[in-house]
C-alpha cells in the first residue's frame, strides 16, 4: 500500500530505489551494577572503544585528504573535526568515570547516562545549528557502543543482490537495483562511507535545517529529508522508496504509475543540474543590466575554497563563532583566531570576506559548566554584541584578530544583534582600542569596512543611527522574522506562523533596503530568504542588489537573476508591500 511519510526538504532532488535500514546501535543497551573490583576494567572498556573510535576518525581524516571536493566536500571534513573534538571532551570523559567510579553503572550505562545529561544541555540552546549538535554528541557515543558491542556502520556493508522487479524495470533494465538509506540519524563518519556507496539518497528520523546530515547533503548534492520522525520505524528493509528532496516527503511502495511520475522528474532534474552548472561563471545580471551580488555563508576557513567553486563573488557572513564552540573555557586566542580568518581570506582568492563577531551567549554558553537557570528566555538575553560587550578581553582578541587579517585582503567587520546607539559607540570604541593595541605592538592590520546585522525591530526602525556609523548593513532575516513575529522557530508548536511574507517582516526588509540605498551605503541579506528562490523576483524588486547564501544555493539563485526585470519587477513588488496577505499573492 502507498503512503507518504513527511520531513524537512534539505537538499534537493529525487532519489529513488530500495530502502536499507540502518538500525541505531544504542538499542539493547545493557544496564547493570558491577562490583567495585570491576571499575578499572569498565572505564578501560570505555577508553578503548573512544580510542578505537578517534583512530577512525583519523584514518578517515586522512581519507579526505586524498580525496577531491566532489568525493569529499570540506564540510565533511570539518564536522568529523567536531566529532574529534567531542570524543577528546573532559566533560564526556569525567562523567563517564563518574557514574562508573560512584554508582557502580556498567560501561555502557555510563556512556549513555552521561550522554541524556549532556543532551538536555544542548536542549536548552535557542540557536538551532547549535542545538543540532546534540545529534554529533550522540552519534559519538553510538561509534563507541557500536565498537564495544563489535557492530560496523552499516553504510560501509556491501549491498546484498536483489532480484528486480517491474519496479526495477521502470528505471532501467540494464542497471543495478538503486538504494536509499533510512536511519535514525547519520553521522559525519557514516556520511562519507556513503558518499562512497551506491546509495542514491537517504531519510533520516531526526535533523533540521541546519543539521549536520543537512549541510552535507547539501554541500555534496544528495536528496535527503531529515526530521521525518518515524521513517525508520514504518519502513521494512526492501521497500521500495521514493525520496522527493524538494517537497520534503518519502513515498513509500509506489504504484508504478508514480513512479513512472517521479522517474520522469528525476531525469528533468538531472538535467536542471547540469544547465545550472554552465551558469558557473556567468556574471550575475538581470536583464535590465542591474548588476547582483551572489556571495556565500560559511562557518569554517575550509569552507572558502567551495564558496569560490560556487560562483560567490565573496563571503557575505563568515560566522566566526564556529571557532569558539565546545572549548570548555580553553578559547582561541588572537594567533590562533587570526590563522582562521588569515585562511579564510587566502582561500577566497582576493574577494571579500565578511566576518561576524562571535554570536554567542546565555543560551548556549562556552562553558557548558556555567549555566544560567535564573533566565527563562536566552533568545532575549545576553547574547551576541550583548555577551561580546560584556567581555572586553575577549572581544578585543577577536577584533585585534580580525585587523590583522585584514592585512592579508579585503575583510568586512560586521557586528550582530545591536540595537542601542549605546551598544554603537561601546563597539567602535573598543575597535578603536584594538587598533591602538595594534599599534603599540607594532603588528601590521589592514582597513576595514564596519557592517551592522539587522535583527531586531528596534534595529530596523532607527536606520539613520546605524547608517550614521556604519558603512552597510546586513539583514539577519532568521532572528528578523522570529522577533517580529514573536515566534520561536524552533518550537514545533508555532512553527507553522513563522512566516518571511508577513507584511510586517517585509516592510522592515524593504524600510531598510530603501534606507540604505537613500543614503549610498552596501546594503545584503543573509538569511534563509536570499537562498530562497521563491523570494529572489520579490527582494528584487525592493531593490536588494547583495544576497549571501549557503554556496549550493548560488547557481539557482543565479537563474532567477538571469531571469529578471527589475524594473518590471519594482511595481508589482510594491504591490506585495501593500497586501494583506502577501504570501496568497506570491503563489498566485
Not at 549541510?215 to 548534492?221: C, E, L, N, P, Q
Request: net charge negative; hydrophobic share 45%.
Amino acid at each position: 500500500m502507498t503512503f507518504s511519510v513527511h520531513g524537512l526538504p534539505v537538499a534537493r532532488g529525487i532519489a529513488i530505489g530500495r530502502a536499507v535500514l540502518m538500525a541505531s546501535s544504542r538499542v539493547d543497551v545493557a544496564h547493570y551494577f558491577i562490583e567495585p573490583g570491576q571499575v578499572e576494567a569498565e572505564i578501560t572498556r570505555v577508553r578503548m572503544g573512544r580510542n578505537a573510535v578517534v583512530e577512525e576518525i583519523h584514518r578517515l581524516q586522512h581519507t579526505i585528504s586524498l580525496m577531491g571536493p566532489k568525493e569529499a566536500p570540506h564540510e565533511l571534513a570539518a564536522l568529523l573535526d567536531v566529532h574529534l573534538m567531542l570524543l577528546q571532551d573532559e566533560e564526556l570523559i569525567i562523567g563517564v568515570k563518574h557514574w562508573i567510579t560512584e554508582r557502580l553503572y556498567n560501561a555502557e550505562w555510563a556512556l549513555t547516562t552521561q550522554l541524556e545529561a549532556l543532551s538536555r544541555q544542548f536542549d536548552d540552546m535557542e540557536d538551532d545549528y547549535l542545538r543540532e549538535r546534540k545529534a554529533d554528541l550522540e552519534q559519538v557515543a553510538e561509534r563507541i557502543l557500536r565498537y564495544m558491542k563489535g557492530v560496523a556502520s552499516p553504510v560501509s556493508a556491501p549491498p546484498t543482490p536483489r532480484r528486480k522487479t517491474q519496479q526495477d524495470l521502470l528505471l532501467d533494465d540494464t542497471m543495478d537495483v538503486p538504494l536509499v538509506l533510512i536511519a535514525h540519524d547519520l553521522s559525519p563518519a557514516d556520511m562519507l562511507q556513503f558518499k562512497q556507496s551506491i546509495f542514491a539518497g537517504f531519510v533520516t528520523d531526526v535533523g533540521g535545517r541546519t543539521s549536520h546530515t543537512a549541510i552535507v547533503a547539501r554541500s555534496m548534492d544528495i536528496p535527503a529529508v531529515v526530521g521525518a520522525r518515524s521513517a525508520s520505524q514504518v519502513v521494512r528493509q526492501d521497500d521500495w522508496v521514493i525520496i522527493d528532496g524538494d517537497a520534503g516527503v518519502m513515498i513509500v511502495d509506489p504504484s508504478p504509475i508514480i513512479l513512472a511520475e517521479y522517474g520522469f522528474k528525476q531525469r528533468q532534474a538531472e538535467l536542471e543540474r547540469g544547465r545550472l552548472s554552465r551558469l558557473r561563471h556567468t556574471p550575475a545580471v538581470t536583464l535590465d543590466g542591474q548588476k547582483i551580488e551572489l556571495l556565500a555563508n560559511i562557518e569554517m576557513p575550509a569552507d572558502a575554497p567551495g564558496a569560490v567553486l560556487a560562483g560567490a563573488v565573496g563571503v557575505g557572513l563568515f560566522r566566526s563563532e564556529f571557532l569558539f564552540m565546545g572549548r570548555k573555557g580553553d578559547l582561541p586566542g588572537e594567533d590562533e583566531q587570526f590563522e582562521a580568518y588569515k585562511r579564510a581570506v587566502e582561500g577566497m582568492q582576493g574577494l571579500p570576506v565578511t566576518i561576524r563577531t562571535i554570536d554567542v551567549g546565555a543560551d548556549k554558553q562556552l562553558d557548558d559548566t556555567v549555566r544560567d537557570k535564573a533566565h527563562l528566555n536566552p533568545a532575549l538575553g545576553l547574547r551576541a554584541i550583548r555577551w561580546s560587550l560584556a567581555d572586553p578581553a575577549m572581544f578585543l582578541t577577536q577584533l585585534r584578530a580580525i585587523l590583522r587579517a585584514a592585512a592579508h585582503g579585503q575583510v568586512n567587520l560586521l557586528i550582530p544583534m545591536l540595537a542601542h546607539a549605546s551598544e554603537i559607540r561601546q563597539t567602535m570604541s573598543l575597535i578603536d582600542f584594538a587598533r591602538a593595541e595594534l599599534d603599540n605592538r607594532g603588528v601590521p592590520y589592514g582597513p576595514v569596512k564596519l557592517g551592522a546585522m539587522i535583527e531586531i525591530p528596534a534595529a530596523a526602525l532607527t536606520l539613520k543611527i546605524f547608517l550614521k556609523y556604519f558603512d552597510f548593513l546586513s539583514i539577519g532575516t532568521n532572528d528578523l522574522i522570529q522577533y517580529t513575529l514573536a515566534i520561536d522557530r524552533a518550537d514545533e508548536s508555532v512553527a507553522h506562523l513563522y512566516d518571511p511574507l508577513h507584511p510586517a517582516v517585509l516592510r522592515l526588509v524593504a524600510e531598510t533596503i530603501r534606507e540604505c540605498i537613500a543614503q549610498g551605503k552596501g546594503v545584503s541579506v543573509c538569511g534563509e530568504m536570499a537562498g530562497d528562490t521563491t523570494l529572489t523576483r520579490l527582494l528584487l524588486g525592493l531593490g536588494l542588489r547583495s544576497f549571501s547564501m549557503h554556496p549550493a544555493q548560488i547557481l539557482a539563485v543565479k537563474q532567477e537573476v538571469l531571469r529578471a526585470d527589475t524594473a518590471r519587477l519594482a511595481p508589482w513588488a510594491q504591490q506585495m508591500l501593500e497586501a494583506e496577505d502577501p504570501a496568497q499573492m506570491l503563489a498566485g
